[in-house]
Each structure stands twice: as C-alpha cells, then as structure tokens.
C-alpha cells in the first residue's frame, strides 16, 4: 500500500499471529531487487484486549524496529475497513492505543496522540525543554525543534525545501550524539498560516515521499512558534497531508490517503 507516496507493506497475521521477520529477512524484503520493497512494514496482529479491534508493530527497510508510523496506521485502518463493516478503530500500537476513523474510503484520520517536549522523552540531550535548539552539525549551528510523536524527530526550517542538501544534512542528524536513538528529519518550508512544504529524512531509511508523524512534528514545531493556525495542509513530494492541533493538552489528528498498491503471499 501508500500513504501519499510513503511505501508500506502490511502484513496481516491476525488469525496465524506468527512471529515477524528476522532483521535478515526484513531487510531483503524491503529492497526492490530482493522483495516486495518498502519504506515500513506494518506488522498486524491480534488484539491482547477486548478493547482495541488488532495490535500492529513498526519495522524499517534496515530491519529495525521503530515506534510509530502514521501513514501506516492509515494503511492498517483501510485493510480493518475492508475486510469488515467497522469504519472507527482502536489499535494496539508500541505507543499505547491509537485511533483510527475512516472518513472516506481511501481517506483516514488518525488520531496520533499527544506530542512531547521533554528532552528526555524525546530523546535528546539538552538540559531544558525549548521551543528552538542550536544544534551543531559537522561546525554549523542549526536552529531545530526536537520533540516526539511516539517516535523522535528534529525539524529544521528552510527557504526552499527543493534547494535543501536533505541527503547530508538528513544523515548526519539522524545519527547526531544528541539524539542518543537517532531521529526523522524534517526539513520545512512555512508558505502560509495554513500550508507548509515538507520533505522529510527518516530514521533507518532515507527520504522519503511522505512522513505521517514528520508532518505532525512539522505543524506542532511550527504552531508552537505562533506561524501557523491549528489546521495545516502539508505538501510533501508524495501528495499533501492534513494535520490537527488545537493545545498542547489535545492530540494531534493526522488525515490523508491510504491506497492499495498489490497484495499477495510470501513465503519466508
């Protein structure tokens, strides 16, 4: 499936709740020339509780497992919807539950939680919480947010997100000694109080067409300096995303498309 461009490849394993891949394997299938390729794979499994309708885990194309994904969840709620009559969802995720509205039939909202500032809850070595860091990069001083959406992100704002070198920049701060679990990267341009530009580096994978929680860190890092409203369209190179954030009590809501690409069976 995808999520305004973000590749995603969900696995149903509700009934046989098989184990997932070893890192090995996640790594051949994430690349084109060995698998099915993919940006992340969302691994769906039975609920634990009566609560929520399945669980799901996170994995990157390296093999690595990571925290949260929003446009995943949105692929994971369209399969839900498809294969039964529900249109809303709560979801067992590494972050806690999530919940998932199918608002059209290749359109979710998903309710992404709230996001953290803390540094330690990101993480990111600093000894106070700020709406803007300096960050020192190969000997340049950055200014960035650092916050988390259920998994770490930095973002940068920029003139122009198609003249920003996002390949070295994107690298080196992802594996900066101040993110102790390394980070997204997004790189954001303000065009409006109600649109940004985004591209967007993601941890364990490069760029990619479409980050869901980078869009969510975007707006947040953008709204917390007064230069957006509470609603926001994010124009990434895979399509736009819309995201929601009233106060730093409330979650942040994140709406866009999930489409299926193919499906099939692999045999590991």
Not at 134 to 151: P, Q, Y
Not at 157 to 173: C, M, P, S, Y
């Amino acid at each position: 499936m995808h999520g305004a461009g973000n590749r995603i490849l969900v696995v149903d394993e509700r009934v046989d709740n098989r184990p997932p891949p070893t890192p090995t394997q996640l790594r051949e299938l994430g690349n084109d020339a060995t698998g099915p390729g993919f940006d992340q794979l969302m691994w769906v499994a039975a609920a634990s509780s009566d609560a929520a309708h399945a669980s799901y885990r996170v994995f990157n194309a390296d093999g690595s497992e990571v925290e949260q994904c929003g446009n995943g969840v949105r692929c994971v709620a369209w399969l839900l919807g498809r294969s039964g009559g529900d249109r809303e969802f709560r979801l067992e995720s590494p972050t806690g539950l999530v919940e998932a509205h199918m608002i059209a039939d290749d359109q979710v909202a998903v309710c992404m939680g709230r996001p953290q500032f803390e540094p330690d809850r990101v993480p990111f070595i600093a000894e106070n919480d700020a709406i803007v860091y300096e960050l020192d990069v190969n000997g340049r001083l950055l200014k960035v947010s650092a916050l988390s959406m259920g998994n770490p992100h930095c973002v940068i704002d920029v003139d122009d997100v198609t003249t920003t070198d996002i390949a070295t920049l994107g690298l080196a701060i992802e594996h900066h000694e101040r993110f102790p679990n390394g980070c997204n990267v997004g790189f954001m341009s303000v065009q409006s109080r109600s649109e940004i530009d985004l591209r967007v580096h993601e941890r364990g994978v490069g760029e990619t067409l479409a980050c869901g929680t980078g869009a969510c860190a975007a707006v947040v890092s953008a709204r917390r300096q007064d230069r957006v409203d509470d609603t926001v369209t994010v124009n990434l190179p895979g399509g736009q995303l819309m995201v929601s954030w009233r106060r730093p009590a409330d979650p942040v809501w994140l709406t866009g498309n999930a489409e299926l690409i193919s499906e099939g069976t692999i045999d590991l």
